[in-house]
């Protein structure tokens, strides 16, 4: 076998800075903005409709606001458009008394940015004023009950725009508007409910608020920045790759921008916050947000559900929000481009994190974060399931997007309206929780009563005491259910849990009855981040006190540096169900990004992976301890195969020193590596065997020793030997061939593959090859064989996978004095000793009783070998190493 050591350059993880990042997201911005202007608006003139939807007066505003924005980073022309010249053809086709809001703000900064209303054509300047005087929200700013509290940002900016633009007089309203904003700012935990009437919405518009008063900050005294640095270092702990809230409304695509935005807004106005941390994490998320702007629109509503006010009809809107909301980003890095990142892999760092939000004690957010397990327990009250109770992590445990309560005990009224097509809402523990009490690792929650999302008032009487708890890569729920009557439910009573489509979860209900559903293409089983295409429900039998547990297992995630070869799928093969098993792929500058999402690298044959180089090695390893990743090695050589130098052995002391465990195939290849190489204090060991390779040999079952005769053009002889494999120099192949030809035996034929160091007599019973053997060749001559000799020195092995070849096809094995085969055959073997006379005696006494015995205690000797168990041992050690990086 020939290898290529040529390796792709790997360079080493740099952090980044302010200035570095929003050069960044500028480029990045304008190169999806010509995708846009190529797949959606041809020289950034919008179509009246798309798939389906018109384009209304909202989407113009952003998209203008976007080109501001992009002159204002530098940008003056994409797409062969010049940014400036499209701006006034976008002011003259809206409708100004239909711009509201935030559109209404985008607007007048957007002709701020141009110069002014004296920038602008005559006859665009009154429609410009009209469109920033945002009437219907500021109208509506006293009634609490219907608009959100952020509103009144939006307008306070709206009316500071008109100040700007007219020149004059600020508008009256402004005044009593910058107090208002001002005030919000007083919070003590700096966390500020957004929500309308009872709703209790600590969410993703807390961090927002402070984003859109960000140009009022002159204006808004100290309480601003003392809130926003608080809550940085609240949401640095509780911040996920999915973003830096994950519950409530606008999550998703949004969360994960205004987490960019919170970065730079750390670092440009200097917040007292980790700053670095928020420039690793701003640009890992980045990296993961510019997937989904295939062709340059938003995918936030493909194969995925955003919430329902930025449904379908608003994906062009979307798009140029996000878009812009990078380019203010940018804007920001660029006021301090030197502060520094820290390293991508301290973006999320393992962290446990209790907030409560207010003085009440009832609204708070858990927050667990590990490497294999990482969520969010918010207690909130909201106007839909996305502010239930429930454990949230993106990729992991997910709620479908305003749909159905998962993770949670949920009562189900009959009934349907068919003229809807929809069931009457479930029933989920009512409102704010009456009590939360927090421990290192655990969470207890306590609500009265049942209701109805939205509301607190309870519908059943009853109670929920759940406790929620770590143990080691399981989120464990204890449940206490009390009904007042349970037998005037008005429905039944379920517990859901929503597999997401990223990444495997075993489920574990020790009530009820448990099935599992396929959900998968349905509209209403997706979340922000996902397809849900599993729901795994338990139906319990209510009662006056139901008592019952529930866990949640990330399966593990495994990266095998062999992925696909057959002792690879042999081992995983068994554990399907149970582990998420891929290829590491080659050491590359997306390394860390891959193993961001991995557990355990599983480690055979380090050569082949990160090569033979020390320094490279070194490197390679650098990146692989930085994400926290689990190395296990299962060592089956003492040395590569090939390049056995200083070099090497010095490679293979790194993996040493590195690994967390070593497999090793038997005692004997553990005692000679334990004394061959000083591994790390922290690593353990352990023997599992190599498994058989009978099922590789079932491919050829019905292969005949005539049938391989004929194709291989080989004599029929009484006894033919051979020796398998690939040429090393472990083998003592010319002992082998001295021993034939000395054999006074004249029906035996030797099959051996030899290199030049091999000097090969004239003797017609010695076949003699060189080159490389196809598999299914290699597994079609073991049925011709009456025996495999295994020559092996006594001496600098751990094992050979030659042995297995003869356990697996029930072929009987000659063998050296090698303590491995003692090990591994116990006496299933012939044993002929070290010489070539020794080999020459066995050969000349062999008999076909012989052969038949080695032969059927080899068959018997099988299942100690077999890859169910094995793969059940190689599990435990990747979880115990999994867990050791916890």
């Known amino acids: 076998m020939s290898m290529d050591f040529r390796f792709p350059e790997l360079p080493l993880a740099e952090a980044t800075t302010a200035g570095a990042l929003a050069d960044r997201l500028v480029t990045a911005t304008t190169e999806k903005m010509a995708e846009f202007e190529q797949s959606a608006a041809p020289g950034f003139k919008l179509p009246g409709i798309f798939a389906g939807h018109p384009v209304l007066d909202d989407t113009t505003a952003d998209l203008m606001y976007v080109l501001g924005l992009l002159i204002d980073c530098g940008v ?40 002014g209303l004296d920038a602008l054509p005559a006859e665009l300047r009154q429609p410009v004023l009209d469109a920033v005087y945002s009437k219907e929200i500021i109208a509506r700013l006293d009634d609490t009950d219907a608009i959100p509290p952020n509103f009144a940002v939006v307008a306070t ?49 807390t961090p927002d608020m402070y984003l859109f008063a960000e140009p009022l900050v002159d204006q808004l005294g100290p ?120 390293p991508s892999t301290d973006a999320f760092l393992p962290a446990e994190r209790f907030i409560r939000f207010d003085d009440s004690g009832r609204a708070t957010v858990w927050s667990y974060r590990s490497k294999s397990l990482s969520f969010a327990l918010p207690t909130v009250f909201g106007f839909s399931a996305d502010y239930a109770s429930s454990p949230r992590g993106p990729g992991l445990l997910e709620q479908p997007t305003s749909g159905h309560p998962v993770m949670l005990p949920v009562i189900s ?24 009490e927090h421990t290192p690792g655990a969470v207890t929650v306590v609500h009265d009563g049942w209701a109805p999302a939205g509301s607190s008032d309870p519908v059943v009487a009853g109670s929920r005491t759940a406790t929620y708890k770590v143990e080691a890569r399981s989120l464990v729920v204890s449940e206490q259910l009390r009904f007042d009557d349970p037998d005037a439910l008005p429905g039944p009573l379920t517990l859901s849990v929503a597999e997401s489509d990223a990444r495997p979860i075993d489920v574990g209900i020790d009530t009820g009855r448990v099935q599992t ?55 995983y093969d068994p554990l399907a169900d149970r582990v998420v098993a891929s290829g590491a792929g080659i050491p590359d500058d997306k390394l860390i990004r891959r193993l961001r999402d991995i557990d355990v690298l599983h480690m055979a044959w380090p050569e082949w992976w990160s090569g033979v180089d020390p320094e490279r090695t070194a490197e390679v390893l650098e990146q692989v301890k930085a994400t926290g990743t689990a190395v296990v090695w299962t060592q089956h050589n003492l040395l590569p195969h090939f390049f056995k130098t200083d070099e090497a052995g010095a490679s293979y002391q790194l993996w040493a020193d590195a690994a967390d465990a070593v497999i090793h195939h038997s005692e ?53 030997v051979a020796v398998i494999g690939t040429p090393r120099v472990e083998k003592d192949l010319q002992l082998v061939v001295d021993a034939v030809a000395a054999c006074a035996r004249d029906d035996i034929q030797l099959v051996i593959r030899v290199d030049l160091s091999v000097a090969v007599p004239d003797d017609p019973r010695i076949i003699a090859e060189h080159g490389h053997l ?45 303590d491995f085969f003692d090990e591994t055959f116990d006496g299933a073997d012939i044993r002929y000793g070290s010489t070539v006379e020794d080999l020459t005696r066995c050969l000349d006494e062999l008999t076909s009783e012989d052969l038949d015995r080695s032969r059927q205690a080899l068959i018997d000797r099988r299942p100690a070998f077999d890859w169910e168990p094995i793969a059940d041992q190689t599990l435990a050690v990747l979880e115990a190493a999994s867990l050791s990086k916890a």
Not at 88 to 102: H, K, M, N, R, W
């Open 774 to 818: 196809d598999f299914n060749q290699y597994l079609r001559r073991m049925k011709a064989f009456d025996a495999v000799i295994l020559p092996f020195a006594p001496s600098g092995m751990l094992t050979t996978g030659t042995a297995f070849d003869c356990l697996g096809a029930g072929v009987p094995a000659i063998t050296s004095d090698w």
């Open 76 to 115: 003056e022309e994409v797409a062969g458009c010049d940014l400036q010249d499209r701006i006034p053809p976008l002011i003259a086709s809206l409708d100004p008394g239909a711009v509201e809001g935030f559109y209404s703000y985008r607007v007048g900064e957007t002709a701020l940015r141009l110069g």
């Open 413 to 436: 009224p009959r009934g349907r309206d068919e003229m809807a097509g929809t069931s009457s809402a479930p029933l989920i523990p009512a409102g704010l929780p009456v009590l939360v």
């Open 668 to 720: 004997v290849g553990r005692d000679v590596a334990l004394g061959t190489y000083r591994y790390g204090a922290h690593t353990e060991h352990h023997v599992i065997p190599h498994g058989h390779w009978g099922r590789e040999y079932e491919a050829v079952a019905n292969t005949t020793r005539q049938d391989v005769e004929l194709s291989e053009g080989w004599a029929p002889c009484g006894l033919r």
């Open 223 to 342: 309480g601003w920045a003392d809130g926003l640095s608080q809550v940085l270092r609240d949401l640095d702990e509780v911040a996920q790759p999915g973003g830096a809230v994950v519950w409530g409304r606008s999550i998703g695509a949004l969360g994960m921008a205004i987490t960019i935005e919170l970065a730079a807004i750390a670092a440009g106005r200097d917040l007292n916050a980790p700053q670095d941390r928020w420039l690793a994490r701003a640009e890992a998320t980045l990296e993961d947000l510019l997937e989904w702007f295939p062709n340059g629109v938003i995918a936030a509503h493909q194969n995925r559900a955003a919430m329902f006010y930025r449904g379908p009809a608003r994906r062009l809107q979307m798009t140029l929000d996000i878009y812009g909301k990078l380019l203010l980003s940018a804007l920001e890095l660029r006021r301090r481009p030197d502060v520094g990142g820290a």
């Open 517 to 571: 559903i396929d959900t998968a293409g349905l509209a209403e089983w997706r979340s922000f981040w996902g397809e849900l295409p599993r729901v795994i429900q338990a139906e319990i039998e209510p009662a006056a006190s139901v008592d019952f547990t529930w866990r949640i297992t990330p399966r593990l995630r495994v990266a095998s540096t062999i992925h696909g070869h057959p002792y690879d799928r042999s081992l």
């Open 157 to 205: 900016r709206c009316l500071r725009a008109l100040a700007r633009l007219r020149g004059d007089d600020e508008p009256a309203e402004l005044p009593a508007l910058l107090d208002r904003v001002r005030s919000m700012f007083t919070s003590p935990t700096g966390w500020i409910n957004d929500g309308m009437g009872a709703f209790t919405h600590f969410d993703i518009y």
